[in-house]
């Protein structure tokens, strides 16, 4: 307990004082509770009880250890997933930090305009199986348009959706297309706690756009950019949607990222306890990565403070 | 509405920043080609984004049959009205074949029927059983209130996927699959989320109303009714919008529990209409008309209350 809070207790001795508000509290928040224990703490827990078992969703699951671990190490499928999804996760993430940053910059240094702001913003909001739909039309390796403007210039037809090696490329772009007006935003947002007055300083001293971006903005923005990249990478990691609505995983396993594959082994192949030790494995991997980028950039020590 | 304010003075204290850096150059160089030039990079990145829903809107007024000769036209190709027909189940067999359409009948109304059922349910309750465990976190005195509070949030490092195949399996042990239930259950009392973004609203309230109306005799539900949720209503339309607009997208969950035709949504509808690729070709028209439908409601909201959401985002950081 902290010092405040035994304070606090001392001075108020009545009983009901004690307790503060504990059976209102409780009845405010007991749906919410029965909410996180039913549909976050138990799954939790059964998540990881289906992921030793052998499941496949029709008889009853049967105790078998660690088995589904060995045979996740020992599936090729199960790697080349992995593989799949960190190329889609370094294309993603790269193109879209690099492009919210410009695009943050012109913003922060251009306009404040609620248009402006609104048309950026505006993929975000529209649905993923939206968003995949129309690009896989525009990119259509017969009649769509960017293959007409291609074949203008005088480039071959590429079939963006069906080439092992286009594949995932295109599929992370377009999901940059949709992400990078939201990550500029919020890129923004920690822009505008820089105070002016540096900005003011280095215009005063001679510094060009390009010199203070690189000497103030890009230093000062460390942290945010830090709880930024934790953010997209994690969400990134988990492409479901594009995939199941353009490539199904293919070209021969060229998308078949990790969440795409977790989900045929358990609803089209009812490996279900396979399926959940590949789940568990992803849990503990994201926990990993979001820990290692937190201390390697230093989230929490802002320089302006 | 204090961070409302707060962002104008932020929004007015960059331009002056700006403006003093414009002055500083411009009084050395006449134009600024440096601001001529990010203006043109900004118009290229919002054509760029404006584009594909151009393109979307183009084709779903062309005729399916015709779009391959006239791939490249910027205009819609034999400009029709035929796919939102076909979409909305008003054209005939006969005209959904002569326009190169399928004549199969798609349902959309019941669809989005359905995505306005699941939408509006998930939205109204998780708000309101979210907002009343904010309210205890926030303004009630309890033990144990943050060790739950950030225990609640913790579950936002849980990927979704990892609990999606054990709530799968509730909710057909409980034979709720293919029923709008099974759809909105694991939404339908909290999300971290909602209850984080509730809670840093709640605490900014001023206690002294609160004090004032307890003194007066009104208890916890009366001070949450009447004072917090009404002193809220901003923060609250957000997150209504912000609910209401994830709710509508989401597809892996309602893939997996509601395929049937009866509870069908639109975008599980819409990923099904992609895959079923008719002989000779996609019906690409009707496709783009279903799509632009899909997306109508959300872009409509955003066009209502988008300044709002954009501004809390930047408050928030996370959504």
């Known amino acids: 307990m902290t010092a405040p809070a035994a304070l606090r207790h001392l001075r108020r001795s009545s009983s009901r004082r004690r307790h503060g508000d504990l059976l209102p509290a409780l009845a405010f928040v007991l749906p919410a509770t029965f909410g996180f224990v039913a549909f976050y703490i138990w799954p939790t827990v059964r998540g990881f009880y289906f992921s030793l078992t052998d499941y496949s969703l029709l008889g009853p699951a049967r105790f078998v250890g660690v088995d589904n671990y060995k045979q996740m190490i020992d599936d090729r499928l199960f790697w080349n997933a992995l593989l799949v999804t960190a190329e889609y996760v370094l294309i993603n993430i790269v193109t879209q930090t690099v492009l919210a940053l410009l695009i943050a910059v012109l913003m922060h240094r251009l306009t404040r305009s609620i248009v402006v702001r609104g048309i950026i913003m505006l993929p975000y909001f529209v649905a993923n199986v939206v968003v995949a739909i129309v690009w896989y039309w525009m990119l259509d390796p017969q009649i769509g348009v960017i293959n007409e403007l291609l074949n203008a210039v005088g480039v071959d037809r590429l079939s963006f959706f069906g080439d092992t090696a286009a594949a995932m490329p295109t599929v992370a772009l377009l999901n940059t297309w949709r992400h990078v007006g939201y990550t500029a935003l919020l890129i923004v947002a920690g822009m505008q706690m820089i105070p002016r007055t540096f900005y003011e300083a280095a215009a005063l001293d001679g510094a060009s756009e390009w010199r203070m971006f690189w000497r103030v903005t890009l230093p000062l923005l460390r942290p945010v950019m830090a709880l930024v990249l934790v953010l997209t990478v994690i969400g990134s990691f988990q492409v479901f949607d594009t995939v199941a609505v353009t490539t199904s995983g293919g070209p021969v396993n060229a998308t078949r990222v990790i969440v795409y594959y977790i989900y045929d082994q358990a609803f089209n192949r009812f490996h279900f306890g396979f399926a959940s030790a590949m789940s568990f494995a992803v849990f503990v991997l994201l926990v990993g990565i979001a820990y290692v980028q937190l201390r390697l950039t230093r989230a929490h020590d802002s320089d302006l403070s | ?319």
Do not use: C
Request: proline share 5%; glycine share 8%.
């Open chain 2, 1 to 319: 509405m204090a961070t409302l304010q707060g962002f104008d003075q932020h929004s007015s204290e960059s331009v002056k920043a700006s403006a003093a850096a414009m002055d500083g150059a411009a009084r050395r160089r006449g134009v600024n080609w440096g601001r001529v030039a990010g203006w043109v990079a900004l118009a290229v990145i919002m054509a760029l984004t404006l584009f594909p829903f151009y393109w979307m809107l183009r084709t779903s007024f062309s005729t399916t049959r015709s779009l391959a000769s006239g791939s490249g036209d910027l205009l819609p190709v034999d400009f029709t009205v035929g796919a939102y027909r076909r979409v909305l189940g008003l054209a005939s067999p006969q005209e959904a074949l002569a326009q190169g359409g399928t004549p199969a009948s798609l349902n959309f109304w019941r669809y989005l029927m359905n995505s306005v059922i699941v939408a509006t349910i998930i939205t109204a309750s998780q708000l309101l059983f979210s907002a009343m465990a904010a309210y205890a976190f926030a303004r009630l005195r309890w033990p144990g209130r943050n060790k739950i509070f950030f225990l609640f949030l913790s579950a936002l490092m849980v990927p979704p996927i990892f609990t999606t195949l054990p709530n799968f399996v509730l909710v057909k042990n409980l034979g709720l699959l293919n029923t709008y239930l099974g759809i909105v259950l694991p939404s339908l009392l909290m999300t971290p989320f909602s209850i984080f973004f509730l809670r840093q609203f709640f605490l900014g309230i001023n206690r002294e109303i609160e004090e004032a109306a307890r003194i007066d005799g009104a208890g916890h539900a009366r001070i949450f009714s009447k004072i917090i949720v009404p002193m809220s209503s901003a923060p609250l339309t957000t997150l209504a919008v912000i609910t209401y607009i994830n709710s509508w997208n989401d597809y892996l969950w309602p893939l997996l529990v509601g395929k049937d035709e009866s509870v069908r949504v639109l975008t599980v509808a819409l990923g099904i209409f992609r895959s079923q690729t008719p002989q000779g070709g996609s019906d690409w028209a009707a496709l783009m008309a279903a799509t632009l439908i899909a997306a109508l409601p959300i872009m409509i909201l955003f066009a209502i209350v988008g300044r709002r959401i954009i501004n809390s985002i930047e408050f928030s950081g996370i959504k």
